[in-house]
């Protein structure tokens, strides 16, 4: 069992910077997929990034790539995303999750097992 306790949103203007932080609890191997999602009003949720828990490179929905960083932090157990040069169509409800099975990264929401209860991101413009 995971347990994912998101944290960081909030409300930011354009072109802004915010830091999220995913909290893991259980028992984390190095070959699982952590992922952020994310998921605006009236739309379906959407891949953001993704990386291994034992680390390596990262996969970046292309709408973020250059902006967003992906990271993580075995020894707190926790998985960050770094957002940079936020745009207003960056405003949804960001989740974390992850995949316990062993494949490449995916951008899959259904491929994700365990997932947070989501922190809100509104940008302003």
């Known amino acids: 069992q995971v347990q994912l306790v998101e944290s960081g949103g909030g409300l930011v203007q354009a072109g802004g910077s915010l830091r999220l932080s995913c909290a893991a609890s259980?028992?984390?191997?190095?070959?699982?997929?952590m992922g952020w999602f994310r998921q605006a009003p009236g739309k379906e949720r959407e891949f953001v990034a993704a990386?291994?828990?034992?680390?390596?490179?990262?996969l970046y929905a292309e709408s973020v790539n250059g902006r967003f960083t992906i990271s993580r932090d075995n020894g707190k157990n926790t998985v960050y995303l770094q957002m940079n040069s936020l745009k207003t169509e960056d405003t949804a409800v960001y989740y974390c999750?992850?995949?316990?099975?062993?494949?490449?990264?995916?951008?899959?929401?259904?491929?994700?097992?365990?997932w947070g209860q989501g922190t809100q991101v509104t940008v302003s413009s």
């Open positions: 999750a992850t995949d316990r099975t062993v494949d490449p990264l995916s951008r899959i929401v259904a491929a994700y097992e365990y």
């Open positions: 259980g028992r984390m191997m190095t070959w699982f997929d």
């Open positions: 990386i291994k828990w034992g680390g390596g490179s990262p």
